[in-house]
Structure formats: structure tokens, C-alpha cells
């Protein structure tokens, strides 16, 4: 098993930033990715960011060039750095770990951006 566990949401003004963080721990054994999504109040969970084990880095169009993935491979943490933030980006945010065979997530941290 592998617990995650999330910190860093908040409130910020449009413009703003934040710095998402996920600790992995438990069982890691066969590390793939890890990562966020994020769901909106009465929207499905869409894909923000992941970082692969070799390091390699996805993130959507809708927030390129304004989020940035990192991982500390020592602390098994991953790192979101949200920055220009606006009112869309108002979401819960998941972290999860991808492991060969299963995905874990972790319990979500609100962010809400106010114009």
C-alpha cells in the first residue's frame, strides 16, 4: 500500500500562487508517476500535471506555462507550483502515485482563486 498525503491549498487572489505538495510513502516499490488532477464542482476530474520516474514531465494546455511539476526523489514528494493563478483554476486537487498494477490518490486539497 502507498499513502499520500497532500498540503498547500488554499485561497489566493487572481494572479496569485500556491505550491501544491504530495508525500508518498509506504510500499513504494515500482514508481511510474505521479501527479494531479483536479475536479471543479459538478465537473469530471481532469488531468493538471504528472512526472515520470525517469523524470519526464506532462502538463495540460490549460495551464502551460503556469504550473510546474518537480519531484524530490529523496522525500518521495512531489511538487506543484502554480503561479498566475485564476478563477478557473478553482478545483479540488488529487495527487496520485502510478505503480505498475495500481493507482493511489490522495485526499484532495481545495484551491479557490477570487478575482
Known amino acids: 500500500q502507498v499513502q499520500l498525503v497532500e498540503s498547500g491549498g488554499g485561497s489566493v487572489k487572481a494572479g496569485g500562487s500556491l505550491r501544491l505538495s504530495c508525500a508518498a510513502s509506504?510500499?513504494?516499490?515500482?514508481?511510474?508517476?505521479m501527479g494531479w488532477y483536479r475536479q471543479a464542482s459538478g465537473n469530471q476530474r481532469d488531468f493538471v500535471a504528472d512526472?515520470?520516474?525517469?523524470?519526464?514531465?506532462n502538463v495540460a494546455d490549460s495551464v502551460k506555462g503556469r504550473f510546474t511539476i518537480s519531484r524530490d526523489n529523496a522525500k518521495n514528494t512531489a511538487y506543484l507550483q502554480m503561479n498566475s493563478l485564476k478563477p478557473v483554476d478553482t478545483s479540488v486537487y488529487y495527487c496520485?502515485?502510478?505503480?505498475?498494477?495500481?493507482?493511489?490518490w490522495g485526499q484532495g486539497t481545495q484551491v479557490t482563486v477570487s478575482s
Open positions: 509506504g510500499s513504494i516499490f515500482s514508481f511510474n508517476a
Open positions: 496520485y502515485y502510478q505503480e505498475t498494477g495500481n493507482n493511489y
Open positions: 512526472i515520470t520516474s525517469g523524470g519526464s514531465t
